[in-house]
């Protein structure tokens, strides 16, 4: 049975960090591309990064630059190091396996003074 489990969201000040992990649950699972995906109120799921099986990455326009996706496939996780935080930033972050129908339970992640 394949899990996704998130963690690491939060309440952080406007330019702050924080870093999100999400725990896949099947060593096989090192061969797939992952994705951070994130849904503000009112709005439509969106995509901001992925990391492919080789590491490669690409994210969306608004976190290039601040936002970092890693893997560490010893761990079975993926990460995304978020920086400079942004009041627009705060959405609900999930954790994707990228052709698939998996999806994590998703953390929230809140940019507020």
Request: aromatic letters at 10%; a positive charge.
């Amino acid at each position: 049975q394949v899990q996704l489990v998130e963690s690491g969201g939060g309440l952080v000040q406007p330019g702050g960090s924080l870093r999100l992990s999400c725990v896949y649950s099947l060593s096989r699972l090192i061969l797939y591309d992952m994705a951070w995906y994130r849904q503000a109120p009112g709005k439509q799921r969106e995509l901001v990064a992925i990391i492919t099986s080789g590491d490669g990455t690409r994210y969306v326009d608004s976190v290039k630059g601040r936002f970092t996706a890693s893997r560490d496939n010893a761990k079975k996780t993926v990460y995304l190091q978020m920086d400079s935080l942004k009041p627009e930033d705060t959405a609900v972050y999930y954790c994707h396996i990228e052709q698939s129908n998996y999806w994590g339970q998703g953390t929230q992640v809140t940019v507020s003074s």
